[in-house]
């Protein structure tokens, strides 16, 4: 099992910056890749960004290349999500996700930390 727990979260205004942060417990030596998705009311969950644990490869969705930058610290089982030039439209409730090896799927989440941009 493992626990996932987000901070870092709140009110910024519009081209403000944010740090997200993700702390893993646990069995983390079985997580595979973590991520970040966040959904915003009345939307879908939506794809942010990835990162591998073991080699540090990283993807991102298309709108958030060149804002947001993910991160880890394999010491502290720790993902980071550094959030520049944040928009109105990066409203969301931000969640963390863990895939443990060999499942293919996110199998533990975080229970969220809202973001807020305004304008």
């Known amino acids: 099992q493992v626990q996932l727990v987000e901070s870092g979260g709140g009110l910024v205004q519009a081209g403000g910056s944010l740090r997200l942060s993700c702390a893993a417990s646990g069995r983390t030596f079985s997580i595979y890749r973590m991520a970040w998705f966040r959904q915003a009311p009345g939307k879908e969950r939506e794809f942010v960004a990835a990162i591998t644990w073991s080699t540090g490869n990283t993807a991102y969705a298309d709108s958030m290349k060149g804002r947001f930058t993910i991160s880890r610290d394999n010491a502290q089982n720790t993902m980071y999500l550094q959030m520049n030039s944040l928009k109105p439209e990066d409203t969301a409730l931000y969640y963390c996700?863990?895939?443990?090896?060999?499942?293919?799927?996110?199998?533990?989440w975080g229970q969220g930390t809202q973001v807020t941009v305004s304008s």
């Open positions: 996700a863990a895939e443990a090896t060999w499942t293919n799927r996110y199998d533990y």
